[in-house]
């Protein structure tokens, strides 16, 4: 009785919250009260992290943005490999990216997505590989994980619920839901080092960090020159258009331009 | 500082041209004038020697390949060689056929003394799958003598010249058949016994040819080498003894030519961004592959792993028997920094590694970096340059951190657009009316809106068509 247990134990698929190590070199979210919960205090670093999210645009990118904006201005890089749609550069920027620090990866087939993901973790070139894997089996997950260990490198698996049904070898699994409210919540369903699910409460629409200032040259200056020009920090202005959102009433633009000049315009053109 | 030359000869040279192309050894013997020159470890197993006839030798080991010596492929190999040693001495002199000597007194202290030098001279030719015997001694000439008696003889000292070289066989020296029998019929089977003669006398016996030799020899009369200069282009050919049928196969033999260019290379000081491979068939024209890197760079590695790549992505349409690696354009490239903080992180690959890795499969088009333009219309208001290249960052708030390619009409209803149900709009308008001097001018009125599963749109009416609706980005 007690060997057939054992040897479920052994078996790589099972996963038990006390054995494994509960420090773990991490990053930090940017949300204090994620960091309190994950072990470590953050985004586990050289590991695979799953975030699950049922619809597009629900801040899945958002709940990353912190953190990779902290990783693009260390030394390394960062890949967004087979993203669904276009990451808009100037919004990345204006969340703190350092875009001269991005590679861009976009496979034509699902098996090279996969191959270039693997490729990236392990080079070890970069601080963190945010992709969007589609359909993806238990072993090239395992896969993944070993070479985010391998290259010292946070690996972000952006998934849907559909895709992530099947249990994933991933270090940290989060799912993030967004009620009509716009409340977002977050589910930490398989989380090391810590026990049981837990659930959390974020506010993802409200910007956490305004443009930083881009060094100028951003990396390629040598010593002194870089110093010197840096040193009078330059931020970028960042005013928001609409200080407070518009009542309810206000849907339809209130503001109405006399329109013939332009069309004159248009016929001179 | 006193000079200390090393010789080195390569007495299986007409072998070596085919054996190094292939992993294991082959079963093979060269022919030059319808006598074996040069076998095999295998072949001289079954009893095969040098100087028999083809057909004897095929009747000890029927499966024998026997190929044609090719002297062109050999001089280039030593011509390919002495490019290479230029990365541990700025001196190196060819003596074809088979050997080369280099000046080694200057460039020991810079591989860590003489066993340090001795040991990475070692690799590098045995990474060239070429076998050798060296000397070293205080003259060229002396060098070249105990290379010619079996090598493995490194002595420093000029006194020891004389006493060293006594104890050599005279057919150490470049003999006639004639010198060699008047020689022996006077009894003098060592170098030692010519010395004890009067010169003069042995001069007028025996030519001075002789006496030359043995004075250049014991450093007594000047000994001029010619400096080898290198060619400014690559051109590497590696015959293979049997046909390779696979791409490990053709990878090994590439890895060989490849170690040649990167010799090459670091003689020179130089680097290559790009290099030409022709893979040889029987009955097919080449293939021709242009292998790329993101840089300058004379690391071999890199250039090996662009080329597993192509490989594995394109099959071979016929079994290979040659390579031609070839290089137009080597330039000066300096040796990179190395950083005396991070001694922990040598082993991660650098950014140009990971790309060429990555494009060599995906196509270069695949893989770029991000960056902003200053313009007013969304869908212009970034691209994708070249990685590491965008200097320019222009923060915009206010911005979906996804963008559709083309914005997406959304269906209406009481004029309010819809997706997955009625969007309530949050923030807005935006007015964006920009770009008339291209032609593809816009007027937008953009909102951010929520839908009803809760995620996060960027959606704007057409000031030109009013009462459309377009979907434009998630806020993701």
Avoid at chain 2, 172 to 185: D, I, N, V, Y
Avoid at chain 2, 418 to 444: A, K, N, T, V
Wanted: proline share 8%.
């Amino acid at each position: 009785m007690t060997d057939a247990l054992h040897e479920l134990l052994r078996e790589p698929r099972i996963w038990r919250a006390t054995s494994a190590p509960v420090t773990t070199a991490a990053t930090a979210t940017g949300f204090a009260e994620l960091d309190a919960r994950l072990p470590g205090g953050g985004w586990p670093q050289a590991a695979l992290t799953e975030v699950i999210h049922a619809q597009q645009g629900i801040g899945e990118l958002q709940l990353l943005m912190p953190a990779l904006a902290r990783l693009s201005r260390a030394s390394r890089w960062i890949a967004l490999i087979a993203p669904p749609h276009i990451p808009y550069a100037p919004a990345l920027a204006a969340c703190g990216i350092d875009l001269s620090r991005i590679l861009l990866v976009r496979p034509q087939r699902h098996v090279d997505t996969l191959w270039a993901v693997e490729q990236a973790l392990r080079a070890g070139t970069c601080a963190a590989v945010i992709c969007w894997p589609g359909q993806a089996d238990a072993s090239a997950l395992r896969r993944l994980q070993l070479a985010a260990e391998t290259g010292d490198c946070a690996g972000f698996l952006l998934r849907s619920e559909t895709d992530a049904a099947q249990p994933s070898p991933a270090t940290l699994r989060v799912r993030l839901r967004r009620d009509t409210e716009g409340v977002s919540q977050l589910d930490l369903i398989k989380c090391r080092g810590n026990v049981g699910p837990q659930s959390l409460q974020l506010k993802l629409d409200t910007p956490r960090v305004q443009a930083l200032p881009v060094s100028w040259p951003p990396h390629g200056g040598r010593g002194r020159e870089r110093m010197a020009e840096t040193a009078p920090a330059r931020p970028a202005i960042v005013r928001p258009l609409y200080p407070k959102p518009r009542s309810e009433q206000a849907r339809v633009p209130q503001l109405q331009l006399p329109l013939d000049g332009e069309r004159q315009l248009d016929r001179m053109h | 500082m006193s000079l200390l030359w090393q010789a080195l000869r390569f007495p299986e040279l007409p072998l070596d041209v085919f054996r190094r192309g292939c992993d294991d050894e082959p079963l093979m013997a060269v022919v030059d004038a319808q006598r074996l020159l040069t076998v095999s470890r295998t072949a001289a197993a079954d009893g095969v020697s040098p100087g028999m006839r083809p057909a004897q030798a095929r009747s000890l080991s029927p499966d024998l390949q026997l190929v044609q010596r090719r002297p062109d492929l050999e001089q280039d190999s030593l011509r390919r060689l002495a490019d290479g040693l230029l990365q541990f001495s700025g001196w190196v002199s060819r003596q074809p056929p088979f050997e080369l000597v280099l000046e080694i007194g200057g460039s020991q202290r810079l591989f860590g003394g003489m066993a340090g030098l001795q040991q990475q001279l070692n690799r590098h030719l045995q990474q060239l799958g070429l076998h050798w015997q060296s000397a070293v001694a205080p003259t060229a000439a002396a060098a070249c003598l105990f290379c010619r008696v079996g090598g493995d003889t490194l002595f420093t000292e000029r006194e020891a010249l004389a006493a060293r070289l006594a104890a050599l066989p005279i057919h150490a020296m470049e003999l006639t058949p004639a010198q060699t029998r008047a020689l022996s019929g006077l009894g003098l089977l060592t170098l030692g016994d010519c010395l004890r003669l009067p010169a003069a006398e042995l001069g007028r016996r025996l030519g001075d040819t002789l006496s030359e030799q043995l004075q250049r020899a014991l450093g007594e009369r000047p000994d001029p080498r010619p400096n080898h200069r290198p060619r400014p282009v690559f051109h590497g050919e590696l015959a293979l003894p049997a046909a390779a049928h696979d791409s490990a196969a053709v990878l090994f033999a590439l890895q060989r030519l490849l170690r040649d260019l990167q010799a090459l290379l670091t003689g020179l000081q130089a680097g290559v961004q790009r290099v030409r491979l022709r893979l040889l068939h029987e009955d097919h024209a080449a293939t021709p592959l242009l292998l790329g890197l993101q840089g300058l760079s004379r690391d071999g590695e890199r250039l090996l792993v662009v080329a597993r790549e192509r490989l594995q992505r394109t099959p071979l349409k016929a079994p290979v028997t040659g390579l031609i690696l070839e290089a137009r354009h080597l330039l000066p490239l300096t040796a990179s920094p190395t950083d005396l903080l991070r001694h922990g992180q040598t082993a991660r690959m650098s950014w140009q590694q990971l790309t060429e890795r990555l494009g060599a499969r995906l196509g270069e088009a695949a893989i770029s970096g991000l960056g902003t333009v200053a313009d007013h219309r969304p869908e212009r208001a970034w691209h994708m340059p070249a990685p590491a290249s965008d200097r320019q960052q222009t923060a915009s708030p206010h911005r979906p951190l996804w963008l559709l390619p083309e914005p997406q009409q959304l269906a209406c209803r009481n004029g309010l657009p819809e997706h997955h149900g009625q969007l309530q709009l949050c923030q807005g308008p935006e007015r964006i009316e920009s770009g008339w001097w291209d032609g593809q001018d816009i007027s937008r009125d953009y909102y951010q809106a929520r839908a009803a599963d809760g995620s996060r749109l960027w959606v704007f009416q057409d000031r030109r068509q009013p009462g459309r609706w377009f979907l434009h980005g998630y806020f993701g």
